[in-house]
């Protein structure tokens, strides 16, 4: 079987582990972390495995059979779950960021070994450690504007977008602020002008990040 041939299997059979993963992983978060209140409903959990699914297959499409693949799946599923979390809770819990960033690493750095790529390994470990600083420097300046989960998230978000590029790092920080801008005018207009008292930043984080993951490289 060809390349060509084979890529439709894999974003189909990637479609389907997302559609599976998902229902796991809030299962295990549920066990693990049960100050949050145990499983969401049926229907966010419907929107969630549909959204890891669809998340799942484009990065399918976008690397294809390549090493690199398992660390952004990992990347697509705790950016749902922890999407879920933030919006609901307005929280990013510790042992999950930690787990992104740690687990990430790992597979970065064995995809690093195996292409190899080691300058796009050191340019992940550098790009986590920029935007990290960059976003606890605009924290301590707006505490009000960014919590210091947003804060920690930013580390592995960095890692994830260093590792492809540089221009990656830049847009995937600016773009952050942008989207979360217009979430913010959204909820705005939903609300019919009463701002709500706390916007969860991490779900525009996630989205700006992997956008720029899926439209660049």
């Known amino acids: 079987m060809t390349a060509t041939a084979a890529q439709p299997l894999l974003v189909a059979a990637l479609g389907l582990l997302g559609l599976l993963t998902s229902p796991l ?29 669809v998340l799942f297959a484009l990065l399918g499409l976008r690397f294809g059979w390549s090493p690199t693949l398992p660390a952004y799946l990992l990347l697509a599923v705790l950016a749902v779950q922890l999407s879920r979390l933030d919006v609901a809770h307005h929280l990013l819990p510790n042992p999950l960021v930690l787990l992104l960033l ?23 470990a550098a790009g986590g450690v920029i935007l990290f600083l960059g976003y606890l420097i605009l924290g301590l300046i707006s505490p009000r504007g960014l919590g210091m989960g947003d804060v920690k998230l930013a580390a ?3 890692m994830y977008l260093g590792y492809l590029g540089w221009t990656q790092v830049f847009y995937g920080g600016l773009l ?33 990040a992997i956008g720029v993951v899926l439209l660049t490289g």
């Open 25 to 53: 992983a809030e299962l295990l978060i549920a066990r693990s972390l049960p100050r949050l209140g145990g499983l969401p409903s049926p229907f966010v959990r419907i929107t969630t495995a549909v959204a890891t699914g």
């Open 102 to 124: 740690s687990a990430g690493l790992v597979l970065l750095t064995t995809s690093a070994a195996l292409l190899p790529d080691w300058p796009g390994l050191l340019r992940g």
């Open 156 to 158: 592995p978000l960095g």
């Open 176 to 208: 952050g602020f942008v989207v979360g801008g217009v979430m913010t005018v959204l909820l705005l207009l939903l609300n019919r002008g009463i701002k709500p008292a706390e916007v969860a930043h991490g779900p525009a984080m996630f989205a700006a």
